[in-house]
């Protein structure tokens, strides 16, 4: 089955400066791959997600990019913020239906 | 319009016990997943249902687990025979329609079991 790595555990980062998040998977049939932030007791909430036919994808400040060969994706934030402050997930699946495999999450600090 | 709602928001019971946790999908969601979060973990899959019935519960981890979703919308996970490390966040998500990946999550139910 899926199995996805996620790195690093933890990242501080100073306002403005920008933090990224890598993660790998290792089933070659994965195509779908969302990015979750969850803040200390609340639900995951989906901030950008990219299928595999694309190879980045960007929102405002936030980005992620997916190297299919490698299969790795990557989550970039700039100009970070203190509200950027939470856990963030990746996750991969097949789209057929399949549940999301989760990382382990980034626990990432934004210091004002 | 109204997102995934669970109840309840936390629940303690004591060793042995049996617990059901709701789930309330977003309406019209024809697939409907259950997730358990360990604490400093990613969520982990349970078991996942496309309308009234099972697709997978590969993630059930034995036979104390149960989970029903009768009319295909409302689901409820059940427990038997409560054991200490069941304590977890129980996470419910639904998306729309078949193929379509978006998985929309619930508050979810705090377990805890003393």
């Known amino acids: 089955g899926e199995n996805v790595e996620q790195h690093p555990s933890t990242l501080s980062v100073q306002e403005g400066d920008s933090a990224v998040i890598k993660c790998t998977y290792s089933?070659?049939?994965?195509?779908?791959f969302p990015w979750y932030k969850q803040e200390l007791g609340k639900r995951p909430q989906l901030i950008i997600d990219?299928?595999?036919?694309?190879g980045e994808k960007k929102d405002q400040r936030i980005a992620v990019t997916l190297n299919k060969t490698a299969k790795h994706f990557s989550l970039h934030i700039t100009e970070t913020q203190p509200e950027d402050s939470a856990v963030y997930f990746c996750?991969?699946?097949?789209?057929?239906?399949?549940?999301?495999?989760f990382g382990k999450g980034t626990r990432l600090s934004v210091i004002a | 319009g109204a997102g995934v709602s669970q109840t309840p928001s936390n629940k303690v019971t004591e060793k042995g016990k049996y617990v059901e946790l709701r789930c309330d999908p977003i309406?019209?969601?024809?697939?409907l997943y259950w997730y358990r979060q360990s604490l400093g973990q990613g969520p982990e899959f349970l078991i996942y249902?496309?309308?009234?019935?099972?697709?997978?519960d590969s993630g059930l981890p034995n036979d104390r687990f149960f989970a029903v979703r009768p009319e295909g919308s409302v689901s409820t996970l059940k427990i038997q025979r409560t054991e200490r490390g069941d304590s977890a966040v129980y996470l419910c998500?639904?998306?729309?329609?078949?193929?379509?990946?978006?998985?929309?999550f619930g508050p979810g139910t705090r377990l805890t079991v003393l």
């Open positions: 998500a639904s998306s729309p329609a078949r193929g379509a990946s978006e998985q929309f």
């Open positions: 089933d070659s049939a994965s195509n779908y």
């Open positions: 990219i299928r595999s036919n694309v």
């Open positions: 996750a991969a699946t097949y789209s057929g239906n399949t549940p999301l495999v």
């Open positions: 309406s019209g969601h024809t697939a």
């Open positions: 249902f496309q309308g009234t019935g099972a697709a997978d």
